[in-house]
């Protein structure tokens, strides 16, 4: 903790779910989930897989709305500013070289000399997950959401994302969908579908 923000405790971020439904080709994903889940650092979205995991994610980050109901993702009674990471780490970028990923997203390339001079094929899958993350961690966003952040990871890919994770969250908000059981014992909050 910085001196000065020594004996500060920023406010909680606030998700609140309310009868909240969605329908995709007439098949119900997601019903009636209600709730208020506060949190400071993490957040859980925890379930098997195809329960609703990733579509709940993406309604909080605004790319899909609800069927009905609402939901809200706020801190100081404000909606947050959110940056969604998406489980297939190719998915994060569109021009698929590095500098021209950075230059989109109005980052210096000094923060990411290992990534800088390369294209996204040369990166492994762990690799990409990575350089996801620390590109939202940039951003001028509160809060990631993260889909599925150790699907398909070797245990030291694994190890290096679970250390990032839990780093991010000491400056940011983030909600993670998994189901996985890595980051439940530093969560604050889970929400189980």
Do not use: P, R
């Given at each position: 903790m910085n001196k000065e923000n020594r004996g500060k405790v920023n406010p909680p971020f606030f998700l609140t779910l309310d009868t909240v439904n969605y329908v995709k080709n007439h098949q119900s994903i997601i019903t009636e989930l209600s709730g208020i889940k506060s949190f400071y650092k993490l957040c859980l979205i925890k379930g098997r897989v195809g329960c609703g995991k990733t579509t709940l994610l993406k309604m909080i980050a605004g790319i899909y709305t609800p069927s009905s109901g609402d939901l809200s993702l706020t801190r100081n009674n404000r909606e947050c500013l959110k940056y969604f990471v998406h489980a297939n780490p190719e998915f994060n970028f569109v021009t698929g070289n590095i500098a021209d990923e950075l230059q989109i997203a109005g980052l210096s390339q000094e923060k990411f000399v290992d990534y800088a001079n390369r294209d996204v094929s040369e990166l492994s899958g762990g690799e990409l997950k990575k350089l996801s993350i620390l590109i939202a961690l940039e951003s001028d966003r509160e809060v990631l959401l993260i889909d599925e952040p150790f699907e398909m990871l070797d245990d030291?890919?694994?190890?290096?994302?679970?250390?990032?994770?839990?780093?991010?969250?000491?400056?940011?908000?983030?909600?993670?969908?998994?189901?996985?059981?890595?980051?439940?014992?530093?969560?604050?909050?889970?929400?189980?579908?």
């Open positions: 030291t890919e694994m190890d290096a994302v679970y250390e990032l994770i839990k780093s991010v969250s000491e400056k940011k908000g983030i909600i993670v969908a998994t189901h996985e059981n890595i980051l439940d014992h530093i969560a604050e909050n889970v929400i189980f579908l």
